[in-house]
């Protein structure tokens, strides 16, 4: 295996037999796989997201009436690639709006049935995610490296979570690293199908994610100044005709996706009237006095623009190291996460790249700074942001920090008992990650106790509304048993076959009771207290790494007797 995975690529590969290099294959063919089995395996013992049901109910709209009106502040593309199987499926999904979120009262076909046929392409997103990042290692470093941050990709749980679900935090991570690898690809070629796969990359991120805008920029930028060996400061010798290339073919895309629709926007009277396609018109207050008639192309992508401005602005609630914050806004919140989130050994193998010297084993350090460009100036507006609710907001960090780690195997390569500690690191960051297995989103590092994990972060980094089945295969472990739930999710337990009585807050009941780590925290009550008369039990069990098991029953009579006596 050593001489498998110490051979550089490039032009010292060049004149291998072919048959030498699908030979070569077989190792990220096996890291590509042993992610694919964990994802499936993911798949089938979770229970919906809080966001899926609405990811699927938006893409099912658009492939079957063509319009773009559920969950607008998330952008199409995700949820139409997940659905694309079901597109002309019978598919009913009745959800009912609730003062903050809404729940899925009825599904047909059920949960279980619609997660096996919509989070499969998802899986089939990270595994092209692992191919780019294999072929991207390898470019900057040598093949080496590039099976290293392959076998690191293969068991970050994060990344196996998020590209086992039916949401579009995936499809986000990926473009956005499709366009700061194909940006290089660009530069050493130069020529126009180069740029055209540039543009398509560009115009799927717009489609992907709302934060797309600012990145699409900053690529064009680029685009504009780099040439193959320098940067060409002079305007006139700018890439003008590549940049509107791949400009023109990025907003045709992004137009296409959503199904060439024009809007037209009227302003005046105190008031914008927007119409779309296929659904009704909205109207809002403006204190603007213009007068303004315009037709827009994709109309829908400015109002979700328009909704996530109001959102960041208000911002969410964020539980951050056993303190609620109502508006969010913790400076700290990413960088925390990543240290008790990002498996320990992964953060190692970065920080040891970056120490030992990165850039002097790199064969190109001025594309390695372009690819560094892009995940420095997502993490500054991640840092920046009022949306703490989970690490997945910085799932595109990973690939990039997955490259960097992995080119710590060109100074390893030099000695053979630095090699073997990489290879045991690599074995330890697998087991690690298979100590959460399957509820891989519920995963912290060794950093962290999981009977604890609770008390330092929640929302989508623990508990997103996945442990249902877990739940499920307790009850009827224990049937005798009458259940008080304290669920954060957004589809009805019932739905899994679940009977439940729901726990209230700041309602104490005697018997078992179970209790999502969201709940135990408050972070998403309007009384976040409401459930924190739970932290006065030790927990019997914990289910899927996700929901807390107490029995109160005992405590309670034991304190109604004192009572008595008392008395």
């Not at 030979?23 to 992610?35: I, S, V, Y």
């Not at 749980?157 to 991570?173: E, K």
């Not at 519920?442 to 972060?457: A, H, I, T």
């Not at 442990?467 to 048993?481: C, F, N, S, V």
């Amino acid at each position: 295996m050593t001489s498998d995975i110490t051979q550089p690529a490039g032009a010292a590969n060049a004149g291998l037999p072919r048959q030498s290099a699908w030979r070569r294959a077989w190792l990220p063919t096996l890291l590509l796989a042993l992610f694919a089995a964990q994802s499936l395996w993911f798949i089938k013992t979770q229970s919906f997201t809080y966001d899926e049901p609405g990811d699927i109910m938006a893409g099912l709209d658009a492939w079957q009436h063509y319009r773009f009106q559920i969950w607008t502040e998330h952008t199409p593309l995700g949820g139409m690639w997940m659905t694309l199987p079901l597109a002309r499926t019978p598919v009913a999904i009745t959800s009912q709006a609730l003062p903050v979120g809404y729940r899925v009262t009825a599904m047909q076909p059920g949960p279980e049935w619609l997660a096996g046929h919509t989070r499969p392409m998802s899986t089939l997103l990270g595994i092209a995610l692992g191919a780019a990042l294999w072929f991207a290692t390898r470019r900057l470093f040598s093949e080496g490296a590039a099976n290293v941050a392959l076998a690191l990709f293969a068991f970050t749980p994060s990344l196996i979570a998020h590209f086992s679900l039916a949401t579009t935090d995936g499809v986000g991570a990926l473009f956005f690293f499709l366009i700061a690898f194909q940006l290089l690809r660009w530069r050493a070629h130069q020529g126009r199908w180069q740029a055209m796969l540039l543009g398509l990359a560009l115009g799927g991120l717009l489609l992907a994610k709302l934060y797309a805008s600012p990145f699409v920029l900053l690529t064009l930028a680029l685009m504009l100044v780099l040439d193959r060996r320098i940067f060409l400061m002079t305007p006139r010798r700018w890439n003008w005709k590549p940049m509107l290339a791949a400009l023109g073919i990025a907003l045709l895309t992004w137009w296409a996706g959503y199904f060439f629709h024009v809007s037209h926007v009227h302003v005046g009277d105190g008031h914008v009237t927007a119409t779309f396609p296929n659904r009704p018109a909205k109207v809002w207050a403006t204190k603007s006095q213009v007068q303004v008639d315009l037709l827009l192309p994709a109309g829908e992508f400015f109002e979700g623009l328009r909704e996530i401005n109001f959102i960041s602005r208000r911002g969410r609630p964020a539980w951050f190291l056993g303190k609620v914050y109502p508006k969010g806004g913790i400076k700290l919140y990413y960088p925390v996460a990543m240290a008790l989130k990002w498996p320990t050994i992964l953060l190692l193998l970065f920080f040891a790249s970056l120490i030992l010297g990165v850039r002097k084993t790199c064969r190109a350090p001025g594309d390695l700074l372009i690819m560094s460009l892009f995940g420095l100036v997502y993490l500054a507006f991640a840092v920046q942001s009022r949306y703490a609710i989970g690490e997945r907001h910085i799932l595109p960090l990973y690939p990039f920090a997955l490259l960097i780690a992995g080119g710590v195997w060109e100074h390893a390569r030099r000695y053979r008992a630095a090699m073997i500690v990489i290879v045991l690191a690599l074995c330890l960051n697998a087991a690690d990650a298979l100590r959460y297995a399957p509820a891989y989103l519920s995963y912290f590092n060794l950093l962290v106790k999981p009977v604890n994990s609770w008390r330092l972060l929640t929302d989508s980094n623990l508990d997103w509304g996945q442990g249902l089945l877990a739940l499920r295969d307790y009850q009827q472990q224990h049937p005798e048993e009458v259940l008080h739930l304290a669920y954060f999710g957004s589809v009805e337990p019932a739905l899994y076959g679940i009977h439940a009585v729901p726990l209230l807050p700041g309602q104490p009941v005697s018997g078992k009771v179970v209790a999502g780590a969201t709940g135990l925290s408050g972070q998403t009550l309007d009384d976040p207290t409401g459930y924190h008369w739970l932290w006065n039990y030790p927990p019997q069990q914990v289910l899927d790494h996700a929901l807390w098991v107490f029995d109160t029953e005992e405590k309670l009579q034991s304190r109604a007797r004192a009572q008595y006596q008392s008395h």
